[in-house]
């Protein structure tokens, strides 16, 4: 780093261009020594409507550095209405995604972000406008000329970014012809640095119609006779015209490394000038401008010019232009003592001159080249100029991709952008300080969250993610904490856990997706906790958790040590020390044993669930479960839980021994074994109860049900709890009581032992958990209860997944039942399975802090960007449907040309059923409707704004119900309630009340005479 501690830290970089959609893409094809320049042939030519005439000129190029798709737009993604869409500039439409991706590579969602973010950007002349639009003024502008004008001018092009993507800082458009992207840049840089803002993103675009055109070019003239820019040779004769789009994100780089961000390279220094009057003319450049602005960004960074090893020059290959530019860059280093020691290159040579976008994007690729240690070639270059003396100068074009090690250690380079009428900008960047300090060991697994609008675009985005991960070497946790907070969570989920990022890629070519969750999330989910009950116990359940987090380590410990002090009882040693044997596992079932250690593990896994931000809606505990559920929702202290839960169990230990049998049996059919000795001890499914009393007993029902061939099954446990058995060890436990505060619940409970919600204080008697112990567990009902009042999903607190069993045996719809922890015979690991469930739970729509799930100080990565549903939105100019409009009708307009080329988007997806028109007046507005917003299928109650209507659009509505229906709808009535259905009911009205009207004031003027 440069002496100062000034800079500015690109984290965030995003671009179409010429044969490059990505600046992944843009990359590759630089160190490929690719020129990305198309040739036309006539036929491709004509199809675009450009003149035979032209075409076949001697002087005419057919080449051009073009973007592809710049007619395609995902404006549903945005909310923007189809004919919206069509009315507005290619380079608006484009550069709108290409500022969501670059924030997206940054990992940023700039709405979430706490500070103000800028915008800084400018684009080229509108060509669409001009070409496509003007020449059809009158269906254009009938469509309303606001909207249109919005959608076209330069001044919009940040403010309209700026309320799509909710930008709070500065929006400022910028216009210095070519140089316009990188002052942009500098613009950005002071502002962030005298803190109008704490982001910015920044940058320009150039596109526009004929998509694929050539140009003529001119002896002497500035634009290259054969297709091919060759910058600083003295072959050279120009540039060739280009299109693109580039953006950068910006911060303060002690921000942007406190933050862990991604940052490409920092820059240093940054200096905009002009060249006043003193040159040739308004159009010739300056040598000594263009020096000192080089010279202005160095001291601002600090350095000398033999600190700086490349320079991205403006480089057009012009015969006068790239001699001068030249002689500022040895004016400029006229202190470098070495020669020929700093690269020179030119992007130009590559993708042509992108006008507008040029600058940035020199930018762009020299902070990947300083990011990456490479210095892309420069094409085509052969010998000097004439008038470029390099072999004397610090300079020399590196005509093969090359790696850059300088001598310092640091790379370090300068951009230079120079704009006709004479504002010169330069920048000075250079690579990024590393992050030294020591992280702890990522967990052993994390959640890969994906989510889009559309099925489409995340299938779309996950095939991209599965062709990436695999060539890339990243954490899994800098890949998890930059796909969950770095980007903007969409209904169409899906989800992956990995343990290492190459898995990852794996996983996700699983062509059979069973790999993948996949879900729509709902809006505001509820989740309703089970508690487990005993009998789900097995050997080592929760180890592995235990030595991975530490929000479920401190519980489990906690209650150790309740339990240590209070009980006598270690149930770390019990549980994590005591070999795996048939012994253990059958002292791990003995009552003393079990319910203590159940609750401990059921206690910890709750609170790594809170840690985790997964909250309960509602608490339903199985017997034991109970206390557990009580516990979390602070009826108890932890201290007196665990105490009395430590003597309930040896309590009933020490009772008469007895036998539980579950029976496939409806509550009413197994009330018919009940008697004194018998009784009902749960009812977990509508067909599925248990039995409970002395083993003789339960013996013998067993035998009469298994020859009437129904399924029954004796339970592993000592006791026949919930029966008459457990009578005298209630009465004891209520003198343990007597100490004991109990507590209104935090959470909504549904009780199982009465089957439904409980009031406030019902669960602060002691006569409840002493009933509680005796009466049957009504599991079954409690979980209908909380479906009907909740329609919720379910998530099992405890080892196991029992009641994830009973829960689907109700098959209720829209809801999911999952379970915390693997089943006792499973070889699954604890933390792919409890993480397996997180991410099913996300993927639903539950939310997740995942600051506490992807581990120790994660870092933001580039990943790729969002997968855009693209649709052609275009109105095709005269000459490319093949007519011919003469100038003056243009400019007279007179124009009543062919129809419209337009096609209508189909019935998007809208929060309301579709309902079609009843009436006339319905069918009418309608069709005003269809035609404003430029789709098909609109139904009475869809929403306007869910179509992508603004208040222009509503303005421009409400006066076509004025001259159709010859009445006044209020604009407040409208924005209240947006839909058809509400329009006609108000324009009816009025139409009705008008003859009414007029015969009162008849009768009115005859009183009055």
Not at 202 to 231: F, M, N, W
Not at 572 to 589: K, T, V, Y
Not at 900 to 927: C, G, I, K, M, V
Not at 962 to 973: K, N
Request: charged share 20%; with cysteine.
């Amino acid at each position: 780093m440069a002496e100062n501690n000034f800079g500015v830290a690109i984290v965030g970089m995003a671009g179409r261009f010429p044969q490059a959609n990505t600046i992944q893409e843009f990359w590759a094809n630089l160190i490929a020594n690719k020129e990305c320049i198309s040739f036309y042939t006539d036929e491709e030519l004509l199809a675009m409507g450009i003149s035979p005439d032209f075409i076949s000129h001697p002087d005419y190029v057919k080449a051009k550095g073009e973007v592809v798709d710049i007619d395609k737009f995902d404006a549903a993604f945005f909310g923007i209405a189809p004919r919206e869409a069509e009315l507005t500039d290619p380079q608006h439409r484009v550069l709108l995604e290409t500022a969501w991706a670059a924030f997206e590579d940054a990992g940023y969602v700039p709405s979430d972000y706490p500070g103000d973010v800028g915008i800084f950007a400018g684009k080229s002349m509108d060509s669409y406008l001009m070409l496509n639009l003007l020449p059809q003024f009158k269906r254009v502008f009938s469509s309303g000329s606001l909207q249109a004008a919005i959608g076209n001018d330069k001044d919009s092009i940040t403010t309209s970014i700026a309320y799509h993507l909710n930008l709070r800082g500065p929006a400022i458009t910028i216009q210095s012809s070519s140089s316009t992207s990188l002052v942009a840049v500098c613009v950005a840089c002071q502002s962030l640095l005298t803190w109008q803002c704490d982001m910015a993103i920044a940058g320009g675009v150039t596109l526009g119609p004929p998509i694929k055109t050539g140009y003529l070019s001119q002896e002497g003239g500035i634009t290259s006779t054969d297709g091919h820019c060759r910058a600083f040779d003295d072959n050279s004769s120009g540039f060739v015209p280009g299109t693109g789009a580039g953006l950068v994100v910006l911060k303060r780089v002690d921000d942007a490394i406190r933050d862990g961000d991604h940052i490409y390279a920092v820059i240093k220094g940054f200096a905009v000038n002009n060249d006043g009057s003193e040159k040739i003319s308004y159009t010739a450049p300056s040598v000594d401008a263009q020096a000192r602005v080089i010279v202005q960004a160095q001291k601002l960074a600090g350095l000398q010019p033999q600190d700086i090893s490349y320079v991205e020059a403006h480089g057009t290959g012009t015969k006068l232009g790239d001699p001068i530019e030249f002689s500022a860059l040895n004016q400029a280093f006229a202190t470098a003592n070495e020669k020929q020691y700093c690269a020179l290159g030119s992007v130009k040579t590559n993708i042509g001159h992108l006008d507008t976008a040029a600058g940035v994007t020199g930018l762009i690729k020299t902070a990947l080249a300083v990011y990456h240690g490479k210095i892309p070639a420069t094409l085509h270059f052969k010998r000097p100029n004439a008038q470029i003396d390099l072999a004397n100068s610090p300079f020399y074009i590196n005509t093969q991709c090359q790696d850059w090690q300088p001598q310092s250690g640091i790379r370090r380079a300068g951009v230079t952008s120079l704009g006709m009428g004479g504002t010169n900008a330069h920048v000075v960047v250079e690579q990024a300080p590393a992050y030294n300090k020591p992280r702890a060991d990522a967990p052993s697994y994390c959640i890969l969250p994906f989510s889009a609008k559309t099925k489409s675009s995340l299938q779309n985005s996950l095939q991209c993610f599965a062709d990436f991960l695999q060539y890339e070497q990243l954490d899994k946790r800098d890949v998890a904490w930059t796909l969950a907070t770095g980007r903007t969570m969409f209904e169409y989920r899906a989800a992956i856990v990995c343990d290492a990022v190459t898995n990852a890629a794996n996983l996700l070519t699983d062509k059979n997706n069973q790999s993948i969750i996949q879900d729509i999330a709902k809006a505001q989910p509820n989740l309703g906790w089970l508690f487990s009950g005993q009998g789900s116990q097995y050997q080592r359940m929760g180890q592995q958790l235990y030595r991975q987090w530490p929000a479920y380590t401190a519980a489990f410990d906690h209650c150790a040590d309740i339990l240590a002090r209070d009980a006598a009882i270690d149930i770390r040693a019990e549980l994590f020390s005591a070999p795996i044997s048939n012994e253990q596992a059958e002292r791990l079932s003995q009552t003393w044993l079990t319910q203590p250690l159940l609750f401990s593990v059921e206690y910890a896994l709750a609170q790594l669930w809170i840690s985790w931000g997964v909250e309960p809606t509602l608490m339903i505990g199985h017997s034991l479960g109970e206390w557990v559920a009580a516990t979390v929702a602070d009826v108890f202290l932890l201290d007196d839980a665990l105490r009395l839960i430590a003597k309930r169990a040896k309590l009933m230990s020490s009772a008469e021994r007895g036998a539980m049998l579950m029976v496939a049996l409806a509550e009413n059919e197994a009330n018919a074994y009940t008697n004194d000795c018998v009784a009902l001890a749960a009812i977990n499914s509508p067909n599925y109860s248990v039995l409970s009393g002395p083993k003789k007993d339960i013996a013998a029902i067993s035998e009469q049900l298994t020859h009437k061939n129904v399924i029954n099954k004796l339970l592993h446990t000592s006791h026949a709890f919930h029966s008459y058995m457990m009578k005298d060890v209630a009465q004891a436990l209520r003198l343990e009581f007597a100490d004991v505060h109990l507590n209104p619940p935090t959470y909504s409970f549904i009780s199982t032992a009465t089957g439904n919600a409980v009031e406030a204080n019902t669960l602060t008697t002691v006569d409840y958990w002493i009933n509680q112990m005796l009466m049957p567990v009504r599991f079954s009902a409690a979980v209908q209860v909380a479906h009907q009042r909740y329609n919720c999903d379910f998530l099992e607190i405890g080892p196991g997944s029992t009641l994830v069993h009973l829960v689907n045996s109700h098959q209720l719809a829209h809801s999911e039942a999952k379970s915390s922890l693997p089943t006792a015979n499973s070889e699954m690991d604890e933390n792919k399975h409890l993480l397996e469930t997180a991410a099913s739970l996300w993927a639903r729509g539950h939310n997740l802090n995942w600051v506490s799930l992807v581990g120790d100080s994660p870092r933001r990565v580039s990943l790729p960007t969002y997968q855009f549903d693209k649709t052609r939105y275009w109105v095709s100019s005269p000459e490319e449907q093949g007519i011919q409009t003469p100038v003056n009708d243009v400019v007279n307009n007179t124009v009543t040309f062919a129809k419209s080329n337009s096609n209508r988007q189909p019935r998007p997806h809208f929060s309301t059923p579709y309902e079609p028109a009843q009436t006339d007046t319905q069918r009418e507005l309608l069709a005003i409707c269809e035609s404003i917003l430029g789709i098909d299928g609109l139904g009475i109650n869809d929403d306007f704004f869910e179509a992508g209507a603004h208040s222009l659009m509503l303005g421009i509505l409400l006066a076509q119900i004025q001259e159709v229906f010859s009445v006044t709808v209020s604009f407040v009535t409208l924005m209240e309630e947006a839909n058809v259905r509400v329009l006609a009911e108000q324009i009816e009205h009025q139409l009705t009340a008008k003859p009414d009207a007029i015969l009162a004031s008849l009768l009115e003027e005859i009183v009055k005479n």
